[in-house]
């Protein structure tokens, strides 16, 4: 069994940063950072191995997005940089022991979700 937390989600303008951060209570391996809207799909945005490495990006973040994590803290960081309104959305880290990559439905334990609010 995984807890994952995240926190670091607000309100921001357009062109402002935010780091959100997902700890894990027991152990995560591969974990992934997915946005949703409310009647949308949940969307892959960045994932990265168990070891913090090969990070994975969705096109739409690529360059503006960087995900990275601390081992020994069991933390995953999401790094967001040029905010959009279009990455207004509920953000959640998930935990996956085959992939770190898009597939939603490979990872096993998911976190409540924190929103990200973007004004123009």
């Known amino acids: 069994q995984v807890h994952l937390v995240e926190s670091g989600g607000g309100l921001v303008q357009a062109g402002d940063s935010l780091r959100l951060s997902c700890v894990a209570s027991?152990?995560?391996?591969?974990v992934g950072w997915f946005r949703q809207a409310p009647d949308k799909e949940r969307e892959f945005v960045a994932g990265i191995t168990s070891t913090g490495s090969q990070p994975f990006y969705a096109d739409s973040v690529k360059g503006r997005f960087t995900i990275s994590r601390d081992t020994a803290k069991n933390t995953i960081f999401l790094q967001m940089d040029s905010l959009k309104p279009e990455d207004t959305d509920i953000y959640s880290c998930?935990?996956?022991?085959?992939?770190?990559?898009?597939?939603?439905?490979?990872?096993?334990?998911w976190g409540q979700g924190i929103p990200v609010t973007v004004s123009s």
């Open positions: 998930a935990t996956s022991k085959v992939t770190w990559k898009k597939n939603r439905n490979l990872y096993d334990y």
């Open positions: 027991g152990r995560a391996y591969h």
